[in-house]
């Protein structure tokens, strides 16, 4: 199995560690704060969540999964109160551990736990793929491989695919 990260961070700004170095936003909670491409507004924020979720959609669709298990649900009922869509809305009041989510039920699940509100991971049937979030905005794969065309895809999009 393969672990990939999927980030908005470009690697060239990461040091020896592997800590990234440019000042940049790590949040939902972000959004009104100056940092150092400007301020971070809701359509940048909304941009950099879509390219998240497309990034999930091109790998799921390349491994040909159209359903995952939620694992390890935690959900944050602060969060309400920022305003979800009525789906959004729907899906956090029915989404229980263990549940199987569909590929629209998956893009609500990458949305909300992108934005805190709840936070899990998402499992294949064949437990052979495993999408996984980290603090600070940090998406990983784990896969047995994900091909050159998908991590183009991913980067002409506008977010980075690094082997860790």
Same mark, same amino acid.
């Given at each position: 199995?393969?672990?990939?990260?999927?980030?908005?961070?470009?690697?060239?700004?990461?040091?020896?560690?592997?800590?990234?170095?440019?000042?940049?936003?790590?949040? *939902?909670?972000? /959004?009104? #704060?100056?940092? %150092?491409?400007?301020?971070? +507004? !809701?359509?940048?924020?909304?941009?950099?969540? @879509?390219?998240?979720?497309?990034? *999930?959609?091109? /790998?799921? #669709?390349?491994? %040909?999964?159209?359903?995952? +298990? !939620?694992?390890?649900?935690?959900?944050?009922? @602060?969060?309400?109160?920022?305003?979800?869509?009525?789906?959004?809305?729907?899906?956090?009041?029915?989404?229980?551990?263990?549940?199987?989510?569909?590929?629209?039920?998956?893009?609500?699940?990458?949305?909300?736990?992108?934005?805190?509100?709840?936070?899990?991971?998402?499992?294949?049937?064949?437990?052979?793929?495993?999408?996984?979030?980290?603090?600070?905005?940090?998406?990983?794969?784990?896969?047995?491989?994900?091909?050159?065309?998908?991590?183009?895809?991913?980067?002409?999009?506008?977010?980075?695919?690094?082997?860790?």
């Amino acid at each position: 199995m393969n672990y990939y990260r999927i980030t908005k961070y470009n690697p060239e700004f990461r040091d020896k560690e592997g800590h990234y170095t440019a000042n940049s936003w790590t949040s *939902v909670s972000d /959004i009104g #704060k100056t940092f %150092g491409d400007g301020i971070l +507004t !809701v359509a940048k924020y909304k941009q950099t969540e @879509d390219t998240y979720v497309e990034a *999930v959609k091109i /790998i799921l #669709k390349e491994k %040909g999964i159209s359903k995952m +298990t !939620v694992c390890g649900l935690e959900k944050n009922n @602060d969060a309400k109160e920022g305003g979800f869509s009525s789906k959004e809305e729907s899906f956090f009041e029915r989404v229980t551990n263990n549940s199987y989510v569909e590929l629209l039920e998956i893009e609500t699940a990458v949305r909300l736990t992108l934005r805190e509100a709840i936070w899990c991971s998402l499992l294949s049937d064949k437990e052979d793929v495993k999408i996984e979030f980290g603090y600070d905005y940090y998406m990983y794969v784990r896969c047995d491989a994900v091909e050159e065309s998908t991590k183009q895809k991913i980067l002409d999009m506008g977010s980075f695919v690094e082997t860790v």
